[in-house]
Nanobody, 125 residues
Framework: QVQLVESGGGLVQAGGSLRLSCTAS????????MGWFRQDPEKGRLFVAA????????HAADFVKGRFTLSRDNAKNTLYLQMNSLKPDDTAVYYC??????????????????WGQGTQVTVSS
């Protein structure tokens, strides 16, 4: 069992930055592929970014490329999402997710076994 706790959400003006953190416990962190998803009221839960257990491989949705950076610190069991140039459209609840390394798609929500409780990000115009 893996427990995930997100933090770092809040209210920010358009163009501003936030850094989300996700701390994991219960399993060797470096064995987990980690991802961020966000809840869109109309489109459901959307893939944002993912990172391999080693941190070498990352993937990001087109709508965040060039603005969001995903990283992890395996010594601290923590995943980070640095969000810059935020837009009102980025407003959502952001969820941290984890799964054991596998060949399944990192983009698919159904591939992730463990989920955090979510953290609200609100970007004002």
């Amino acid at each position: 069992q893996v427990q995930l706790v997100e933090s770092g959400g809040g209210l920010v003006q358009a163009g501003g930055s936030l850094r989300l953190s996700c701390t994991a416990s219960g399993r060797t962190f470096s064995s987990l592929t980690m991802g961020w998803f966000r809840q869109d009221p109309e489109k459901g839960r959307l893939f944002v970014a993912a990172i391999s257990g080693s941190g070498i491989s990352t993937h990001a949705a087109d709508f965040v490329k060039g603005r969001f950076t995903l990283s992890r610190d395996n010594a601290k069991n923590t995943l980070y999402l640095q969000m810059n140039s935020l837009k009102p459209d980025d407003t959502a609840v952001y969820y941290c997710a984890a799964r054991p390394a596998s060949t399944g798609s990192v983009y698919s929500m159904s591939e992730y076994i463990y989920w955090g409780q979510g953290t609200q990000v609100t970007v004002s115009s």
